[in-house]
């Protein structure tokens, strides 16, 4: 269950000023998140990824990309891992499982027509326009709903989708779209002009979070352990925060400055990977993606060989060992990306059709157009991201995952 609690600090200081009336503007909303592992067959990891950097490409810099047809052959939204939280919509609520995206800013239900949005829920109002969002690798067409949408023990007025054709989605009821709320702009017609509040905007204005701050937890994969995650809602996640918080500012370089985009260069050893590229931080991508010639330096840094099944490289175990964390230059400040933070987790090798005894790694290559990287999973499942969207800017914290050896 959701818990909602108060800041130490908002805490003692309301006990502090208990005599005068005080807004307690600092209140904390952290909602767990269940990782599942998508094993029905093999996964072709990297060729959605690569579906999934064409549109995060596209729709950066092109709004009307947003309503575009794309079919696709590949009918899923996601890799292997995806992080979904439970929320309720309605009076009396529905409960649905939503994928955690934060490369996307739609919220809608209805992927699975088993169960679909309630248009007789007491608190639904239709809003005339109808929403049509395309991921590259999945998409939904459908009308849009004000309804009451609860996590748990906080509920707020949300705008929602309600799909009436959902494509690439399986097991799963929709998308928790907590990206930047630009975002979806060009998504509804007729009010195609119109950025519809996200979740994080409405329990600000609603008075559930004191400010647009979400932190993200995703717990990397392991095999005796169901890692989960956190997304905790107005404060930074001190719980599982075992570092200083790094932060950059929301890059001005576009397409990623649509995004949760940063500015940072990439190096490994003494080779320089990414220069200053303009990238970005998304929970709907599975590996660490670079374009074509820095994924060449890396290649060649690291001694890997592409293997045809995976799509993945392989290193042997002594090119294992000698191999160095990836640096990120953020700033003034570093993060690295631990040798075994690189590696695919070896206990799921064979889920993407690996070799059990094989070491693959999971960074890859991706036409990423405009885009100088993406980090997805590989790297979200060692840091703690914090999205700041007042101060327009992406924080990264160590976990107690940052230099483990799990993979
Ligand atoms: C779809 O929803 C129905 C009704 O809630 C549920 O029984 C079924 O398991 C769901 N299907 C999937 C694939 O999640
Ligand atoms: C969102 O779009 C509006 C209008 O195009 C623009 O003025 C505003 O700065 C944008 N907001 C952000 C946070 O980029
Ligand atoms: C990011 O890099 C671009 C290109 O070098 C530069 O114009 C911009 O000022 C940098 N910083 C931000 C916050 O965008």
Redesign the pocket.
């Known amino acids: 269950m959701p818990l909602v609690s108060l800041t130490l600090s908002s805490l003692l200081f309301a006990i502090a000023v208990n005599a005068n009336p005080v807004i307690l503007d600092q209140a904390t909303v952290a909602v767990p998140i269940t990782r599942i592992t998508q094993m029905e067959g093999i996964r072709n990891v990297v060729q959605l990824d690569r579906a999934r950097a064409s549109y995060l490409n596209a729709r950066g810099t092109d709004q009307s990309f947003a309503q575009d047809p794309h079919p696709n052959e590949e009918p899923i939204f996601n890799g292997m891992d995806i992080y979904l939280a439970q929320v309720a919509v309605g009076t009396p609520p529905t409960s649905y499982s939503l994928i955690v995206d934060t490369g996307s800013s739609n919220t809608w239900v209805g992927a699975n027509k088993s169960n679909p949005y309630n248009v007789f829920s007491e608190t639904s109002k239709y809003t005339f326009n109808a929403v049509n969002v395309n991921y590259g690798s999945g998409s939904f067409a459908g009308n849009e709903f004000d309804d009451q949408v609860s996590f748990g023990s906080f509920s707020i007025d949300q705008s929602i989708g309600a799909a009436a054709a959902a494509r690439g989605f399986r097991g799963v009821d929709g998308i928790l779209g907590l990206g930047?709320?630009?975002l979806t702009?060009g998504t509804l017609k007729p009010d195609i002009e119109k950025?519809i509040p996200t979740v994080v905007d409405n329990a600000v204005s609603q008075g559930i979070i004191g400010s647009p701050l979400l932190s993200a937890y995703l717990e990397p994969n392991q095999a005796n352990h169901q890692g989960n995650g956190v997304l905790t809602f107005g404060a930074l996640d001190n719980t599982n925060r075992a570092g200083e918080v790094i932060y950059a500012p929301?890059t001005q370089t576009l397409p990623a400055?649509?995004y949760w985009g940063i500015n940072q260069t990439t190096s490994y050893g003494s080779h320089k990977i990414v220069n200053n590229g303009a990238g970005i931080v998304d929970t709907g991508t599975t590996l660490l993606l670079l374009d074509e010639p820095s994924f060449q330096v890396y290649q060649q840094a690291t001694g890997g060989t592409l293997d045809s099944k995976t799509g993945l490289l392989t290193i042997s175990k002594s090119q294992y060992e000698q191999l160095l964390p990836l640096i990120f230059q953020i700033g003034d400040h570093t993060i690295q990306l631990s040798p075994n933070g690189q590696i695919w987790p070896r206990f799921q090798n064979t889920a993407i059709g690996g070799e059990q005894d094989k070491i693959y790694l999971a960074v890859a290559s991706a036409d990423l157009g405009e885009l100088g990287f993406i980090l997805g999973f590989t790297f979200l499942q060692r840091y703690l991201t914090v999205y700041d969207?007042e101060a327009?800017r992406v924080g990264f914290a160590a976990t107690r995952f940052t230099f483990s050896n799990i993979n």
Do not use: E, L, M
Request: hydrophobic share 30%; no cysteine.
């Open positions: 930047p709320t630009n702009k950025a929301i400055g649509a969207s327009r």
